[in-house]
């Protein structure tokens, strides 16, 4: 192992001068894989410099999503702090389900779950939480616990009537993924229609619900969404749970873009309401820049977990005490330790650190958002307090400019739509950049936009022959 640490070390170094030089790696055509990389596994073992030779490769030509040149995506950035608890996670190689098998580190779960429940505002005494595989696996443990909450009898007899789930149009696509995992069935999601900023209309929400119940359905679910995947909205949470308590609906807040905002002050305001609803999640992975995936789940009463996710199993629980035997309240059996590299980061910055990183990521938007709207050759389409700020450059069409971007490496950027709007969506997660980065993001692009005016004109299957 030592050597293999070694090892690390030297890529590792390569991979960090190279993200440095080369923030966007060179673009690999998917027809071309295999002759850009040597990826084919053979018979026979390689050598030790040509073994390093072919990873060193390999990563070098990886997309980089650390880089100051990525925003394509809701994560990004690398907290050093992080990622040393994920490396050492791997060496330890603990299963999160047993007392036995992942000792102390259950404690380290533990203790970021009840300080989340009590910064959410939850009876730490009674709420519970868990780890799962991302924020579609969070979403889905919310809806199977509400679902049993509803009605006990199906986790041993099946669905047996319509329930029925409501979310916003603006929601993620996990939730519908999830209505039809759970066997309630994909016809019975409604989609809630959205204000102008892409926020859920609370009003539409009660008159679908009493559509529904006039027509003998049962209403069981509600999604409200905190920071929208393509626009960063965030659902009145606080009037949604006024609903859902008048109907005893279960209320879920998916904020695994945007749920980081409980660790600041300044933006906790925008999940008012929370401690209200039934269920929260967030990731990590997103707003707090750890390494994926870091997806947590917290529920006022974890009764619910126990009731939907506990099992016996003989050959696994052999010791000690179901509340600290952690597979009796997850959705998986074996289960890697995603606790350790956000309880090192949390250790290392404090509560105050991470109150910190979030509030950064909100300047940076209004960075870019002010810097935007006093640019006439700008057009912008989303809204304050969001940290995703959605806008194009001389009516060039995004899918193209993003396109050539990447194809070029000059720049990760993604797009996206809003009430038939296309837009580059620009996501200011990544918390180490600064006011120059930002203005440098928007600088490139207008660079490269006098450098490429000819390729940016023609047709976009055109755009891929030119570049390779
Ligand atoms: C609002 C929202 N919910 C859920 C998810 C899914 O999270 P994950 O990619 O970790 O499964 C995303 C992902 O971007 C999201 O934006």
Excluded at 41 to 53: G, H, R, T, V, Y
Excluded at 237 to 252: A, D, M, Q, R, T
Excluded at 289 to 303: A, F, G, H, R, Y
Excluded at 370 to 381: E, H, M, V
């Amino acid at each position: 192992m030592k050597e293999d640490i070694e090892l690390f070390n030297i890529i590792a170094q390569a991979f960090l001068k190279e993200e440095n030089d080369h923030p966007v790696a060179e673009f690999v055509d998917a027809k071309d894989l295999k002759s850009s990389v040597d990826i084919a596994l053979s018979q026979d073992p390689l050598n030790d410099e040509k073994f390093l030779a072919t990873v060193k490769n390999l990563v070098l030509k990886t997309p980089k999503t650390a880089s100051k040149m990525f925003f394509n995506q809701l994560f990004g950035g690398r907290k050093s702090k992080a990622v040393l608890g994920d490396l050492l996670a791997v060496l330890l190689n603990n299963s999160m389900y047993t007392y036995k098998v992942a000792g102390v580190q259950v404690g380290v779960e533990k203790e970021i779950i009840n300080q989340i429940s009590r910064i959410v505002g939850y009876d730490t005494n009674l709420a519970g939480g868990t780890f799962a595989s991302g924020g579609s696996m969070t979403n889905l443990m919310a809806m199977i616990m509400a679902r049993d909450a509803f009605d006990a009898s199906i986790i041993n007899n099946g669905i047996n009537r319509k329930m029925i789930v409501y979310t916003s149009q603006q929601s993620h696509y996990s939730i519908i993924k999830n209505a039809s995992f759970t066997g309630l069935g994909k016809d019975n999601v409604r989609y809630i229609a959205v204000d102008q900023q892409g926020r859920m209309f609370v009003e539409d929400l009660e008159q679908q619900i009493l559509t529904d119940l006039s027509n003998g359905n049962a209403p069981f679910f509600v999604n409200a969404t905190a920071g929208t995947t393509v626009l960063g909205a965030y659902d009145p949470v606080s009037n949604i749970s006024e609903i859902c308590k008048k109907y005893g609906i279960w209320l879920h807040v998916d904020g695994a873009f945007g749920g980081g905002v409980i660790f600041s002050e300044k933006y906790r305001q925008l999940v008012d309401g929370l401690e209200k609803a039934n269920s929260f999640s967030f990731n990590a992975h997103k707003m707090l820049n750890t390494p994926l995936t870091c997806s947590i789940i917290i529920t006022q009463d974890k009764k619910h977990l126990f009731d939907s996710f506990s099992n016996d199993a003989s050959y696994l629980y052999q010791t000690g005490d179901d509340e600290y035997n952690l597979g009796k309240t997850s959705l998986q059996c074996g289960r890697r330790n995603d606790a350790l590299k956000l309880w090192t980061l949390w250790k290392f910055v404090g509560t105050k650190g991470l109150s910190n990183i979030v509030e950064n990521q909100f300047y940076l938007a209004d960075v870019a958002r002010d810097y935007i709207k006093n640019n006439s050759d700008y057009t912008l389409y989303s809204f304050g307090q969001s940290l995703s700020i959605c806008f194009n450059y001389k009516n060039i069409p995004p899918k193209r400019l993003c396109s050539l971007l990447y194809e070029k490496a000059e720049i990760m950027v993604g797009f996206g739509t809003f009430e038939g709007q296309d837009f580059i969506r620009l996501v200011t997660i990544n918390s180490e950049n600064s006011r120059e980065d930002i203005l440098n993001f928007l600088k490139k692009i207008e660079q490269f936009v006098v450098e490429n005016e000819e390729l940016l004109l023609v047709d976009s299957s055109e755009i891929a022959k030119s570049v390779l």
